[in-house]
């Protein structure tokens, strides 16, 4: 492996996409509302709703952090806030792209268990790596669809 990233790249989209993050917020802020007044007014239940909007917020924390990607000679390695993840190419059968990335696919053909199995590369604001990044698969992981 090299010390340098072939390609590298950050993305964000909370600032990125200032009007899907307000329309995401008021969301929240809506659920949150409606959650307390069904879970603590309605059930009297506090509990079920610090769990609801603990399991929401968490299914939601990539949108709101900043997530550096570095793809190198035989694997990639992403860094979440206080995650890294990092897999060699080989355990991928195919990849495709979507209109906000690419998603690399273990099965040989695009299936709907790959948001749970695969692992999805969004693109930065710019789009500046995506003409590299998909030339880039393409010898690595082979099959594009």
């Known amino acids: 492996m090299s010390p ?4 590298n790249w950050k993305s964000w989209p909370f600032v990125e996409r200032p009007y899907t993050s307000f329309f995401l917020l008021s969301f929240l802020i809506l659920l949150a509302v409606l959650l307390y007044q069904i ?6 239940q506090p509990l079920y709703y610090v769990i609801g909007m603990s399991l929401v917020l968490l299914n939601l924390i990539p949108y709101f952090i900043p997530t550096d990607y570095k793809l190198y000679d035989d694997k990639y390695i992403i860094y979440y806030l206080f995650v890294k993840v990092s897999r060699p190419y080989s355990d991928f059968g195919c990849f495709y792209q ?3 990335g690419i998603m690399l696919s273990t099965f ?9 199995r695969g692992q999805s590369l969004r693109f930065s604001k710019t789009r500046s790596e995506q003409e590299e990044l998909v030339q880039f698969l393409t010898t690595k992981i082979g099959k594009k669809y």
């Not at 340098?4 to 390609?7: A, G, L, Y």
């Not at 879970?39 to 009297?44: D, G, I, M, P, R």
């Not at 040989?108 to 749970?116: G, I």
């Open 4 to 7: 340098e990233p072939i390609i």
């Open 39 to 44: 879970t603590v007014f309605s059930w009297a």
């Open 98 to 100: 979507d209109k906000h």
């Open 108 to 116: 040989k053909m695009p299936r709907r268990l790959d948001t749970f």
